[in-house]
């Protein structure tokens, strides 16, 4: 019987713990892509290679690089948490179904805040990366902070400096809280980020914590576990419905069950600005894409694996903030890959 090995790698600044290096690989699985949801990826990789002797080989590039190398056909599979459209996807060849949902929060790094205690809205939060903020004590979040002593400090935004999901999914969310946002910047992986407001950018869901957590008056957005893991002082948000929510699981699944997955072709579903009264406004789902023709179905077979392995262990997601996939949706995306990812002369590559 062929033994397969995976090595798991990154080029982000992630905990070096979690990776795993085995003295030889008889077959790699390649994958590489979006940095939002690499903390679960790593914690599935380590439990799985303990279980099954498999491991993978993920270089965290960011979403934009992700969609690169699986249209070029260079891994095995490719990450994004900017979903493509069914067009993207026929074009390509592609399919693409979602992994996990998770949350991207503010944090900040502003003098005598602690976490959870700043609160801001979403158009308070576009005024800040458009410029319109430019001190800590401005009126604006003042207004929404009464109880707070704000310095007069200057806010600095920091930003993605790649092709980034993470970006898609924080400027949808911005055109959606403010008009303004929506007229004038607009949503995408990669976008001109006003000149107004002072930023610096960095690479990687890492790259934007470590400079706000090194950076005085700086503000980001990072997915939730980036936050937990370098102790970054998050904020609170105002929903849909007007309620101030901490970045909690509780808000998140709040915000994911409104997921209306049966209705989203070719899986491309965005999750922000949520209704109910504990959703926290900024949710996403991040999502693997592969090739419909698989040249290699032996190894398309084990990443498939891997991926179901994950979808019954959603625990360890649990664990990081992530949200799992429902049961439906996993009985959705099975069936999809059952009837989509074929070898080259036809045959099925999974078998439910």
């Not at 982000?12 to 085995?22: F, G, Q, R």
């Not at 303990?50 to 891994?75: H, P």
């Not at 904020?235 to 699944?253: D, I, R, S, Y």
Request: aromatic fraction near 10%.
């Amino acid at each position: 019987m062929k033994k397969y090995t995976l090595v798991l790698t990154s080029l982000v600044a992630l905990s070096a713990s979690t990776l795993i290096a085995p003295a030889m690989a008889a077959t790699t699985i390649n994958g590489a892509g979006a940095t939002f949801p690499y903390p679960v990826y790593a914690d599935w990789a380590k439990a799985y290679n303990q279980e099954t002797g498999v491991q993978l080989n993920y270089q965290a590039i960011g979403s934009g690089g992700g969609i690169k190398q699986i249209e070029a056909n260079t891994v095995d599979f490719g990450a994004s948490d900017a979903p493509l459209s069914k067009d993207e996807l026929d074009k390509n060849g592609l399919v693409q179904f979602p992994a996990v949902m998770g949350s991207i929060v503010p944090v900040v790094n502003v003098k005598g805040i602690k976490a959870g205690e700043l609160k801001l809205s979403g158009e308070a939060l576009a005024d800040i990366y458009l410029g319109k903020v430019k001190y800590w004590d401005d009126a604006e979040v003042k207004a929404l902070n009464t109880n707070l002593a704000l310095p007069h400090q200057m806010v600095i935004a920091v930003h993605r400096s790649d092709g980034s999901g993470t970006t898609y999914n924080y400027t949808d969310y911005l055109q959606r809280a403010s008009k303004t946002w929506a007229s004038q910047v607009g949503m995408g992986k990669e976008i001109a980020w006003p000149k107004a407001a002072t930023g610096l950018g960095g690479k990687g869901n890492a790259g934007v914590a470590n400079l706000v957590k090194r950076t005085p008056g700086t503000i980001g957005y990072v997915e939730y576990a980036y936050a937990e893991q370098n102790n970054l002082v998050y904020t609170q948000m105002k929903n849909k419905e007007g309620h101030f929510v901490k970045p909690e699981l509780a808000a998140f699944q709040a915000a994911a069950a409104n997921a209306d997955w049966s209705h989203a072709p070719g899986f491309k579903l965005m999750l922000n600005d949520q209704p109910g009264a504990q959703s926290w406004p900024m949710t996403a789902a991040t999502f693997i894409l592969m090739h419909k023709e698989q040249a290699n179905p032996a190894t398309a077979k084990e990443v498939l694996k891997f991926f179901q392995w994950g979808y019954q262990h959603g625990d360890i997601a649990t664990k990081l903030g992530y949200v799992p996939m429902p049961s439906n949706v996993v009985d959705m995306v099975q069936t999809m890959w059952s009837k989509e990812i074929k070898a080259k002369d036809g045959s099925a590559v999974y078998q439910q």
